[in-house]
């Protein structure tokens, strides 16, 4: 008799755990469906970093060579920042689909079946992350193109460095996403809430601009901010090996070739020209570095976030009504 209960309780264990991964398959499937489908939002979501690339990094390559860039193109410092821009923004955003399931009826029938509410989470999650991985490696390619990296085997493996990073950063950002989306019922609301969230976190970052030389209150927000870690993973790959402050070290190396002989030497410090050996000094230190913190730390933070944020969105949607 206690064999056969045994048994029983067993196939109902297995059985529950059947049905809970099929429901995260087809949720993730219909998500996934979903985003392939809609080619407006596939095309849009491809062009917008192109247009931030295109217009920023044509527009900023002045002052970046100033603040210690050398001869290194500013989209090329950029493209790790708009790499993790993408994959904050579409899988953020791909959330969005369980207000349009709840207003429509399909998340009541889905929440009322017997798959458990955290298969169902756990598949906008995952669904959020791939739609959210395939935007971004799409946008890989360019890194292939003369513009940025160009077609190598260091930039094929820059690029398959990064991949482990885009899928960290995906599960965490859907599942903020998630998370907000699972206690909101209008789609007015949605964009509102997730951009005041979302626009500090993209611009603290350190996507668009060095961290270095910040006020102190903001070096503290960019510290607090877990996609600065993203960000600088993100960096620290594309960038290894690419000295961006060489540019601006070789005219100072220059500079102090003419000043070896005494009389320009003379001449040079009359006329208010800075000495050549303290010139040197300001200039390592203003040189931009191309990764900020450890990888390691960067990993460590980012694992922590996401793992803090999957059991939020979990919590969040087992209270959802």
């Known amino acids: 008799m206690?064999?056969?209960d045994a048994d029983g309780s067993v196939k109902q264990k297995r059985s529950g755990l059947q049905r809970a991964m099929r429901g995260v398959y087809i949720i993730w499937l219909r998500e996934f469906k979903r985003f392939w489908r809609d080619k407006p939002r596939r095309i849009g979501g491809f062009a917008q970093p192109i247009i931030y690339l295109a217009l920023l990094g044509v527009g900023m390559q002045s002052a970046f060579k100033v603040f210690g860039g050398g001869d290194v193109s500013y989209v090329k410092f950029m493209f790790p920042g708009i790499l993790g821009m993408t994959v904050l923004f579409t899988a953020v955003f791909s959330s969005i689909s369980i207000i349009w399931d709840r207003e429509f009826g399909f998340l009541k029938e889905v929440l009322v079946s017997p798959v458990p509410r955290s298969s169902v989470a756990l598949g906008k999650i995952i669904g959020g992350s791939t739609t959210a991985i395939l935007q971004a490696s799409i946008f890989l390619v360019l890194a292939f193109t003369p513009w940025f990296y160009g077609f190598s085997f260091s930039t094929l493996w820059k690029v398959l460095a990064v991949l482990p990073i885009i899928i960290l950063l995906a599960l965490s950002l859907t599942s903020l996403g998630v998370a907000v989306?699972?206690?909101m019922t209008?789609?007015?609301?949605?964009?509102?809430?997730?951009n005041f969230l979302l626009m500090p976190l993209f611009f603290l970052s350190g996507a668009f601009f060095p961290l270095q030389g910040l006020p102190g209150w903001m070096t503290v927000l960019t510290k607090i901010d877990?996609?600065?870690?993203g960000v600088d993973a993100l960096r620290g790959i594309m960038l290894r090996g690419v000295d961006i402050g060489a540019g601006m070290q070789?005219?100072?190396a220059q500079f102090a070739v003419w000043f070896k002989d005494p009389q320009i030497y003379q001449i040079g410090i009359s006329k208010g020209y800075p000495d050549p050996t303290a010139l040197s000094s300001m200039t390592q230190r203003a040189a931009l570095p191309t990764q900020a913190y450890p990888m390691w730390l960067n990993v460590v933070v980012m694992l922590g976030?996401?793992?803090f944020l999957f059991a939020l969105a979990l919590w969040q949607f087992n209270r959802a009504e």
């Open 226 to 229: 877990p996609l600065t870690y």
């Open 305 to 307: 976030f996401g793992a």
């Open 2 to 4: 206690k064999e056969a």
């Open 181 to 183: 989306a699972a206690r």
């Open 250 to 252: 070789s005219s100072v």
């Open 186 to 194: 209008s789609f007015e609301g949605f964009p509102i809430v997730m």
